[in-house]
């Protein structure tokens, strides 16, 4: 199988990676600077460049103490939520829009200028909105996950090959027939990339979002603390675990698509 | 004959077709066809004479620009079952099994499981891919996917069937082996068929009838009545009457 030897490619490499900065982390110790100035004022015993040792003392005190599985769990939520709104949002607004525009034939300028608006702009607006709490959060995520789903699902919808569509309509398949087992199938892999991006975006997003009535637990309030201090082994050890997460969110995205598009040949 | 009686089952009568440009493409120019209840005509004419434009407009996904088109004697108003069509191109849908490929046209019928399941099973029987109907077409090549969309429309049994260069993109070797299915079916069922092509030999060795279409636009330039016994094989492609009529079509064409 394929996915034996992609799960040990993936392991050397990172292990290729923790060796190497461990290694420079050694290296570091000692003559990195201990001092530096934060714009303000001077701060003493930072650690640069954090040993495997002072990582995993660190990571033991965030694992005990309960910071980080807290953090995890209430970021991991929004996100979740975040996702699953947006998504159905953006998905149906999508497939909407998409047959109805290949029906009519219309240009779509609102495509473009929803593509490159940034999402994250909103925050302030949000806030005012939605006010401080979770709402303002969970939308932020929502609103950028319903944008890139719903060009995916636009874009899948459009793309769908004529040719399928006549051969349906000549077998006598009506217009909802056609749109649930042609377009819908047709246009799945690409609502599905979409939806990739859109896990990984949420992540970015709600990092910053959590910047708003910034309080823990949470893992971008953690980094923002960690950051404001500074402890570059707390810091470290959050940008692993976003990293991690997003990971495994990929990882059940990519079972999901696999289940679904067992009718496509092995090309990813 | 009584074809003189009831109305032909496929009729084009002084039919033009124009693709608004810029610039305008004239497809086909004052055609008249006839093609009588379960006759085999074949539409012999260089790429790009309008073969394809006639066929979308006998499946109703093209209106004539001028002219009429008549099924059974009454007008074509859009697709529909009834006349069954096989595109040019690659048209299986890739994400269901060879059996949901067959049984689509039912599903939309709204005939139930059990009644699709006995259909399919004969037709994929038909054309030898039992041991593949639950494969998806990416298993499949490229000749027995063809088979699969021509059993697909005949699945609703429709009295017409149209078909455009099914088998174009084959190699020599499986495109004889998939006419030769072709004819099987056709001896077996007995339909109007129309069969667009490029190529001589085949039309030969298919149909009953075969009809010259000139360069674009398409215009009838002459007909040919194909009095090669049935069945036919590989036999009948190397008899006397075979080829002393592939040399007058050939001839015929201004090759």
């Known amino acids: 199988m394929m996915g034996a030897v992609r799960v040990r490619r993936a392991i050397v490499a990172l292990v290729a990676v923790a060796v190497l900065y461990g290694i420079a982390a050694q290296i570091g110790r000692g003559r990195l600077p201990d001092r530096i100035w934060m714009g303000a004022h001077y701060v003493d015993n930072v650690k640069l460049l954090p040993t495997w040792q002072q990582l995993a003392e660190e990571g033991a005190y ?76 969970v939308l932020l995520i929502a609103t950028n996950v319903a944008v890139i789903t719903l060009l995916g699902a636009h874009q899948g919808v459009r793309g769908v090959p004529r040719v399928y569509l006549d051969a349906a309509a000549s077998l006598g398949a009506g217009r909802w027939l056609r749109f649930r087992k042609i377009v819908l199938p047709a ?72 289940r679904a598009t067992r009718w496509m040949g092995r090309t990813a | 004959m009584t074809a003189t009686l009831s109305p032909p089952a496929l009729e084009a009568e002084d039919v033009s077709y124009t693709y608004s440009g810029p610039p305008p493409t004239h497809a086909l120019q004052n055609l008249t066809l ?20 006639l066929l979308r407009i006998f499946a109703g996904f093209l209106r004539p620009t001028s002219g009429k088109v008549r099924c059974a004697g009454s007008g074509i108003d859009g697709p529909g079952w009834q006349r069954g069509y096989v595109l040019q191109e690659q048209a299986i849908f890739p994400w269901m099994t060879v059996r949901e490929n067959v049984e689509f046209g039912l599903l939309a019928k709204g005939v139930e499981p059990s009644a699709r399941e006995a259909v399919s099973d004969e037709l994929i029987k038909l054309i030898g891919l039992t041991a593949f109907e639950a494969a998806y077409p990416k298993d499949l090549s490229a000749g027995m996917s063809k088979m699969v969309e021509v059993v697909r429309v005949l699945a609703t049994d429709p009295s017409i069937l149209l078909l ?38 085949e039309a030969l060795y298919l149909a009953d009838r075969i009809v010259v279409l000139s360069e674009r636009p398409g215009k009838l330039k002459a007909q040919f009545e194909v009095a090669v016994p049935r069945p036919r094989s590989v036999n009948t492609r190397f008899s006397a009457g075979f080829l002393a009529l592939k040399r007058e079509i050939w001839d015929a064409t201004g090759r």
């Open chain 1, 62 to 137: 965030l694992v005990e103490s309960e910071i980080l599985l807290d953090s995890v769990v209430v970021s991991t939520r929004r996100v979740a939520i975040g996702l699953v709104l947006g998504s159905v949002a953006g998905i149906l607004l999508g497939l909407l829009t998409g047959w109805a525009s290949r029906i009519e034939s219309l240009a779509d300028p609102w495509v473009t200028f929803f593509r490159f608006a940034p999402a994250l702009a909103l925050l302030p607006l949000y806030v005012v909105w939605f006010g401080y709490g979770e709402t303002s959060k």
């Open chain 1, 187 to 258: 246009a799945f892999p690409s609502i599905f990339g979409s939806v990739r991006i859109a896990v990984g975006l949420a992540w970015v997003t709600i990092v910053v979002a959590e910047l708003i009535d910034a309080r823990m637990p949470s893992l971008g309030y953690l980094l923002a603390l960690s950051g404001t201090y500074p402890r570059v082994p707390t810091m470290l050890i959050a940008l692993a675990t976003v990293g991690a997460l997003v990971l495994v969110f990929d990882l059940l995205a990519l079972l999901l698509h696999a």
């Open chain 2, 34 to 53: 006839r093609v009588r209840d379960n006759e085999f005509l074949a539409v012999l004419g260089p790429v790009g004479c309008g073969k394809t434009t």
């Open chain 2, 164 to 201: 455009d260069e099914p088998f174009g993109a084959l190699d020599a070797q499986t495109r004889a082996r998939m006419q030769d299915a072709l004819a099987r079916l056709w001896e077996q069922r007995r339909k109007t068929v129309l069969f667009v092509t490029h190529d001589v030999e």
